[in-house]
C-alpha cells in the first residue's frame, strides 16, 4: 500500500484540489531532475501543505513512483524518536520488505519494542533498505510532516540520506510552518544548502480560488461580495475558508460577512453545536493526541462505551474526525485538536493526562514513551513519586535512540517532581549526559555544578557528579577557554581520594579524562593523565573507557609534530567504533 494512497482529508469533504497549479509545475518540475532532491513546502497552520503534499504523491503515484509519508508527531511528547520515519519505513516496507539482515538492523524503527543501536549504525541501516527498495524501475518520494516538530533524531536521518544518497532516484518532501522552525531547522538547512534543496512557500489562495472552496464546501451560491469579504479575512487560507463555509451551512450567509471570528472560533462553534456526551468524548481524545487509539479512549476509566462510539461518529459526521485506519481516529486538523485541549481547564487536563496513562497501562504496557508523558502530564505533589520512573524510562528510550532533545525535556520534567537529593543526584547526572551528547555544553556544565552542589550536601556520589559529562568530545568544552579552577581543584582531590579497587581504577580514569579536558591547552599534566587514564582503561578491558581515554588523548596530541601518534589514536577509534 502506498503511504500517499490513504489520504485522509482530500477527497472525503467531497473535494478537487483547488487551485495550486504553479506549486505542482514547480514540484514536478523537482521531480523530474537527478538525483535525490529536497522540497521544503512552508505554509502556516491550514495553508493547505499536506492537501498539496498528498495531492502531489497521489500524482505521482499514478506515474508508478513508490510514494510514502511520516508525520513528525503533533503534541508535545509521547511519539518514540524518529516517528515519522518509522511511519515512511513501515508503509515501505509492507510493500517491500526489506532483506533479513537490513531488517534486523532496521528493528528499532520498524518495531516498537526493539532496543536501539548506535545511531550511526541506525542510518545506515535506513540508507541499506532504501537503496534496495529503490530498484531500477522505481522512484521513490518520501513526505515528512511538519518537520518544524521533528526531534534531532528525525532531522539526523534527513541529513545522513540527503548526503549518502545524492545520486538515489529519491524525492523528499519536508512540510513545516515557517514561524515556528526557529532554529533548529537551520542546522539541517546548513547542512544541506546546494544540494538539489528548493524551496516553496504556500501562499493564500485567490479570490476565485476561495470563492470557489466556499461554494464547494458550502454547497451554496456565494456571492462576489461575500466571497471577497472571506478571502480578505482569512487570507486566502484553505483552513479558515473551510470553516467559514460551514458557518455559511448552519447559519447563513449573512453570518460569514457578519462577524471577523478567527479560525479557532469558528472551530469552537463547531464542537459547541455537538452534543455534549460527544464533546466528552472528543475532550477525551485531544487528551490522547491528535491520532487516537479507540482501544485506549474505551479504556478510560469510567466512559461508557456506546457514549464513547456515539460521540466519535458524531466527530466523523461533522469533519472534526477522519478514520485513517481501523480502530484509529485523527482531528481531521492540529488546530482542532489544539482547540479542544486549550479550551480544557488545566485543572481538568491533568486528572485527564492522569485517566489516559491508567488506560495505557492497560492496554499499551509497553509504549514507554507516550506513558511517560501522560505521567509527566498528570503529576501532582501527591503521585509524583508513582510518575517518577515513567519519566525516566521514557527518557532513557529516548537517549538510547539518540533523541537527546526529547530525553532532555523528559529528565527536566522529572527533576521539577522529586524531593530527595539521591534522586536529584542521579536526574541531574543524567542531564548532563544528554545535554552533553546534544552539544549543550553550557547547560551540561551548569548541571554539573548543580549536581556537584547535591553531592557534596549528600556526602556521597561526588565522583559520579564530577564525570557526568558522558560525551564523545570534539571540541574544547572549556567555556571561552578559561580553566575552571575550582571544578579542577575538586577533581584532583577525588582523585587523591579514590580507592585501588577496581571500581576505583574506573573512578579514577574517568576523573583523570574529565582533567585532560578541562585543563588541555593550559597544562603540561594533560600528556600525563591521558596516558595514566588509557593505561587504566586498557588494563580494565572496558571499551568504552577506552574510547573515553583515547579522546582525552587525542585532545593531548592535537599539535602538529605528534601527527603520527594522533593518527594512531583516531584508527584505533575507529576501529572500536565499528
Ligand atoms: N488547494 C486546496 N483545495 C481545496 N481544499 C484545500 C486546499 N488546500 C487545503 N484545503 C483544505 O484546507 C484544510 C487544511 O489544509 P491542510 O492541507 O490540512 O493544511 P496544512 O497541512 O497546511 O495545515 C483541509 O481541510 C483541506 O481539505
Ligand atoms: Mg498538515
Not at 518540475?29 to 495553508?47: H, K, M, N, Q, R
Amino acid at each position: 500500500q502506498d503511504g500517499g494512497r490513504d489520504a485522509p482529508e482530500e477527497g472525503e469533504e467531497g473535494g478537487e484540489l483547488i487551485g495550486r497549479t504553479a506549486e505542482l509545475a514547480a514540484l514536478h518540475a523537482v521531480a523530474e531532475t537527478a538525483g535525490l532532491c529536497t522540497v521544503w513546502l512552508g505554509g502556516d497552520a491550514g495553508a493547505g501543505k499536506s492537501t498539496l503534499a498528498e495531492a502531489f504523491a497521489r500524482r505521482l503515484a499514478d506515474q508508478g513512483w513508490l510514494t510514502a509519508a511520516g508525520q513528525c508527531p503533533e503534541t508535545d511528547g509521547g511519539a518514540p524518536p524518529a516517528w515519522a520515519w518509522s511511519e515512511v519505513l513501515r508503509r515501505l516496507a509492507a510493500g517491500r520488505p526489506p532483506a533479513d539482515d537490513v531488517a534486523a538492523r532496521l528493528a528499532p524503527l520498524l518495531t516498537d519494542d526493539t532496543p536501539a543501536t548506535g545511531r550511526f549504525l541506525l542510518a545506515r541501516a535506513v540508507e541499506d533498505y532504501l537503496v534496495q527498495a529503490v530498484r531500477a524501475d522505481t522512484r521513490l518520494l518520501v513526505v515528512l510532516e511538519d518537520v518544524h516538530r521533528a526531534d534531532e533524531e528525525t532531522l539526523q536521518l534527513l541529513r545522513h540520506l540527503a548526503v549518502r544518497l545524492a545520486s538515489a532516484k529519491i524525492m523528499i518532501i519536508a512540510t513545516y510552518r515557517p514561524a515556528e522552525a526557529a532554529d533548529h531547522l537551520g542546522a539541517t538547512w546548513a547542512a544541506l544548502a546546494g544540494r538539489q534543496t528548493h524551496r516553496l512557500d504556500l501562499h493564500g489562495l485567490s479570490d476565485d480560488e476561495v470563492a470557489q472552496l466556499l461554494r464547494e464546501r458550502s454547497g451554496r451560491e456565494v456571492d462576489p461580495v461575500t466571497a471577497r469579504t472571506v478571502a480578505e479575512r482569512t487570507g486566502g487560507n484553505p483552513l479558515f475558508v473551510c470553516e467559514t463555509a460551514r458557518l455559511i451551512v448552519t447559519d447563513g450567509t449573512p453570518a460569514a460577512r457578519a462577524l471577523p471570528p478567527g479560525v479557532r472560533d469558528l472551530i469552537r462553534r463547531r464542537i459547541a453545536r455537538l452534543p455534549a456526551t460527544a464533546r466528552t468524548t472528543l475532550r477525551d481524545a485531544a487528551v490522547i493526541g491528535r491520532d487516537v487509539d479507540v482501544d485506549v479512549l474505551l479504556a478510560l476509566d469510567g466512559v461508557d462505551e456506546e457514549a464513547v462510539l456515539e460521540g466519535l461518529e458524531a466527530g466523523v459526521l461533522t469533519g472534526l474526525l477522519t478514520e485513517p485506519a481501523p480502530g484509529r481516529v485523527r482531528f481531521a486538523h492540529v488546530l482542532v485538536r489544539e482547540t479542544l485541549y486549550e479550551d480544557t481547564p488545566g485543572i481538568r487536563r491533568i486528572r485527564l493526562h492522569g485517566r489516559v496513562f491508567g488506560a495505557l497501562e492497560r492496554v499499551r504496557p509497553g509504549d514507554v514513551s507516550a506513558l511517560g508523558h501522560h505521567a509527566l502530564a498528570a503529576a501532582t505533589p501527591s503521585t509524583a513519586g508513582r510518575a517518577v520512573p515513567y519519566v525516566v524510562a521514557a527518557a532513557e528510550k529516548a537517549a538510547a535512540l539518540h533523541a537527546y532533545r526529547e530525553a532532555e525535556s523528559f529528565y527536566r520534567g522529572a527533576l521539577d517532581l522529586v524531593d530527595d537529593d539521591h534522586r536529584r543526584l542521579d536526574l541531574l547526572c543524567r542531564l548532563v549526559g544528554v545535554q552533553a551528547n546534544e552539544g549543550n555544553v553550557m547547560a551540561a556544565r551548569e548541571n554539573r555544578e548543580r549536581a556537584i552542589a547535591v553531592a557534596r550536601r549528600l556526602g556521597t556520589g561526588l565522583t559520579r557528579a564530577l564525570t557526568a559529562y558522558e560525551a564523545p568530545v570534539t571540541w574544547s568544552i572549556q567555556p571561552d577557554r578559561q580553566v575552571d579552577e575550582a571544578f579542577v581543584a575538586a577533581v584532583r582531590e577525588a582523585l587523591a581520594e579514590e580507592p585501588s579497587s577496581e571500581a576505583g581504577e574506573e573512578a579514577r580514569c574517568r576523573l583523570l579524562a574529565t582533567l585532560t579536558f578541562e585543563l588541555e591547552g593550559h597544562d603540561e599534566g594533560c600528556e600525563a593523565f591521558s596516558a595514566e587514564a588509557l593505561r587504566l582503561a586498557r588494563k580494565l578491558g572496558r571499551t568504552e573507557l577506552v574510547c573515553l581515554a583515547l579522546n582525552a588523548r587525542y585532545f593531548v596530541l592535537l599539535t602538529p609534530h605528534r601527527r603520527a601518534e594522533l593518527e594512531a589514536v583516531g584508527r584505533e577509534l575507529v576501529e572500536l567504533g565499528d
